[in-house]
């Protein structure tokens, strides 16, 4: 009891958080989690298919008190219109990420053909790496990653998870 | 203005500055009263207190930069006791924002984890709105500060004004008010199968204005009642059913009940950890009802039985209700034995103190009690005086003590007397102070004069910060590491030199004199009480342990 610090034996959560595009949300959000001792382990912002609505999405790592302490403290927040617990509905999550992995000559066919079996895209090809572009759940991503490491991997920019509930979400009022 | 006056608003404590002018230009033409104060922080800690004791939202109007930063202890002090303010900062130009203008500062980055919320408003035109819903949102639900921040050209420009309705609806708040009714009538079974019952009160109760409504459940019920801090008032003080105040330095019989307890009804609490001490060990037996209209209080700290989010005054009038129908006398008479235990309990440990050559400042706060008839309004500052006067003055109404009691600021306790003053200008107000906290905003005394609000200031004066020195007493071998005030200044002259009274005590014998000339005295007033000086609190909890582990001398 009295813990918001996450434990490592936490789940992650991920919650989806509609709000209202005005000033300052994000760090009211953001204010929110490090303020109480939550912590974010990815974050996903943009604009919703409402004019004047974001959709954020965030996963967090929690167990069954913390995560209802959490959303209970998300909609208290004024301009928050809407959280959703993804991780207790049926929920799509989708992650992209790019990757710029060493291509060293005697690597190259071999990075070609992780990018088919995987079906990824080349992004951008230079004389020392290839840039691959990635989507997927996060173990499709960490996988990935697992494979080119031994290669060389010189930098990585993931989106963090954006996900959406299964069923067709009512977008006004709170949930 | 229009807005302001609209709002009902009647009185502002603010302090002028170069973005401000024109808005103090713009006061000038109305009817609102203006207390200008010596300090911002004075300002806020006297609209928190204004709000508590007159019903009404306190207001501030202060200038941008250090007139915004100095706001803020203030308001996170209101943040965490609920209480309804709005605060106006001014701001430089939105042409000059981000610019580090002259006086400029983020106010609304700074204050967003100590509101309820803020607004940077950028066009005169969304004015009016803004100031609706800074009020709405101030006042309805948990209340709590709002702090609005207007850009110079935003406050000096013009725009056609549109009264905004007075009901407002916002799409994404809409606290819940109405309780559950099936909790409702599960708690009153609850309530009547229940041996060994206790209603647990706090400020929320009298932010809600269900003070009458929870006496009324207590004394059908014949439960007995323990406060927080925050709650003291919500249930007389002087009933037969009450516990006196629980946690660190709470009674020695509240902190048995609560641990002894089977059923616990508690009413706008928020479990906080001065209240609950090692809190696995917290009301342990009891299944705890926890009522209050915030859901993020209920299961922050404790776990809970049966949860009820909304009014406290509309669940508490539900419960009053259901009961009309109810067979209450057998469940009564099943509790005898209970509210004998607790009449032990309270025999057994009174709050006590020995008076004999020195004074002590247990004796001072019952003197003023008796003097006051338990009449006055009492601010307090923090430490000792603050848990000496929740112990030994009893109250009997709420709204009737004013503490700072989440943030526990010290130097709130002037200001607060001035702000209740100017909201009770009938009622006697008196602070309860150190000699340590009285110092931190005794610039505020100049404000009591200019404005003639007679606060009387009772200083406990032990010529340490007492609770501090309580603490490495108990714990730090009696290293008194920084909390001796080896200076002080004369309060008696000093007084004189704001123009107001000053007057001294220093044996027992003098106490009932130095009261009685302060009380009767037209001008603010400082009576200086020279006490005991290494007298301690108790009972006095350990940090960390259960409740009932008091050191009790």
């Known amino acids: ?175 | 203005m229009k807005m302001l006056e609209s709002e009902g608003v009647d009185t502002i404590f603010g302090y002028p500055g170069g973005v401000v002018i024109d808005i103090f230009d713009e006061l000038e033409k109305t009817d609102i009263r203006h207390i200008l104060v010596r300090h911002e922080q004075g300002a806020v800690h006297m609209a928190d207190a204004y709000a508590r004791t007159s019903g009404k939202v306190g207001v501030v109007l202060v200038t941008s930069g250090p007139g915004a930063t100095n706001t803020v202890t203030g308001i996170a002090s209101a943040y965490l006791d609920s209480v309804p303010i709005v605060v106006f900062t001014g701001q430089v130009p939105t042409h000059l924002i981000g610019n580090d203008a002259f006086q400029e500062v983020d106010i609304v980055g700074i204050t967003r984890p100590c509101t309820k919320h803020n607004y940077l408003v950028k066009s005169t035109g969304d004015l009016a709105y803004i100031i609706r819903e800074a009020f709405y949102l101030a006042r309805s639900g948990r209340p709590g500060p709002v702090l609005v921040d207007l850009p110079k050209d935003v406050s000096i420009g013009t725009a056609t004004f549109k009264e905004p309705p007075r009901e407002i609806k916002m799409r994404t708040y809409n606290p819940t008010i109405d309780p559950n009714p099936k909790m409702l009538s599960k708690t009153i079974d609850a309530l009547l199968e229940a041996k060994r019952p206790m209603i647990f009160a706090g400020g929320g109760v009298i932010s809600a204005g269900a003070s009458e409504d929870l006496t009324t459940l207590a004394r059908r019920l014949k439960i007995p009642v323990t406060t927080t801090l925050m709650g003291l008032g919500s249930f007389p003080g002087s009933d037969s059913l009450s516990l006196g105040m629980i946690g660190m330095h709470g009674t020695y019989r509240a902190n048995m009940a609560t641990a002894d307890a089977d059923i616990m009804l508690a009413v706008g609490v928020r479990f906080d950890d001065r209240v609950t001490g090692k809190v696995e060990t917290f009301a342990n037996q009891a299944k705890i009802i926890h009522v209050d209209i915030d859901p993020t209080s209920i299961r922050k700290n404790v776990p809970v039985w049966l949860p009820i989010v909304g009014d406290c005054k509309k669940t508490l009038e539900g419960l009053n209700a259901l009961l009309e129908n109810r067979e209450i006398v057998s469940s009564v008479e099943t509790r005898k034995p209970w509210l004998k235990q607790i009449e032990d309990w309270k025999n057994a440990k009174r709050l006590a103190y020995e008076q004999k050559d020195i004074i002590k400042p247990q004796y001072v706060v019952e003197r003023l009690y008796a003097l006051t008839k338990g009449q006055a309004i009492i601010s307090t500052e923090v430490g000792q005086n603050q848990m000496w006067a929740a112990q030994y003055y009893l109250f009997d109404r709420p709204n009737q003590f004013v503490t700072s009691g989440g943030l526990g600021v010290m130097g709130y306790g002037l200001p607060a007397a001035i702000g209740a003053k100017a909201a009770n200008p009938d009622r006697i107000v008196v602070d309860i102070a150190g000699d340590g906290s009285i110092q931190m905003n005794i610039q505020e005394l100049a404000t009591a004069v200019q404005h003639n609000l007679p606060v009387k200031v009772v200083i406990l004066n032990n010529g340490y910060l007492g609770m501090v020195r309580q603490w490495q007493q108990l714990f730090y071998g009696k290293r008194y590491c920084q909390t001796t005030m080896d200076f002080q200044p004369d309060f008696v002259k000093l007084a004189e030199a704001y123009g107001a009274v000053g007057l001294r005590a220093t044996r027992p014998d003098e106490v009932d004199a130095v009261l009685e000339a302060g009380l009767a005295e037209t001008k603010p007033v400082i009576m200086d009480f020279k006490v005991e000086r290494e007298e301690c609190v108790y009972p006095m909890v350990p940090a960390g342990k259960a409740i009932t582990e008091m050191l009790l001398t």
């Open chain 1, 1 to 175: 009891m009295n813990n918001f610090i996450a434990d490592a034996s936490s789940k992650q959560r991920v919650l989806s958080i509609l709000v209202e595009d005005k000033p300052g949300v994000l760090s009211r959000i953001a204010g929110l989690f490090s303020g109480r001792g939550f912590n974010i382990d990815s974050l996903c912002v943009a604009a919703s298919n409402d004019p004047g609505e974001s959709r954020i999405t965030i996963v967090t790592p929690a167990d069954h008190h913390l995560i209802e302490q959490i959303k209970k403290q998300l909609r208290k927040l004024i301009n928050v219109i809407k959280v959703q617990d993804l991780s207790e509905i049926p929920a799509v999550a989708r992650e992209m990420a790019l990757i710029k992995v060493q291509a060293k000559a005697e690597h190259r066919a071999e990075i070609l053909r992780i990018v088919d079996i995987f079906r990824c895209k080349v992004v951008d090809v230079s004389a020392g790496h290839y840039t691959i572009e990635v989507t997927g759940n996060q173990g499709k991503i960490e996988a990935l990653l697992e494979l080119f490491r031994p290669m060389g991997i010189k930098e990585i920019a993931r989106t963090g998870i954006a996900a959406l509930s299964r069923e067709a979400a009512k977008t006004n009022g709170r949930h």
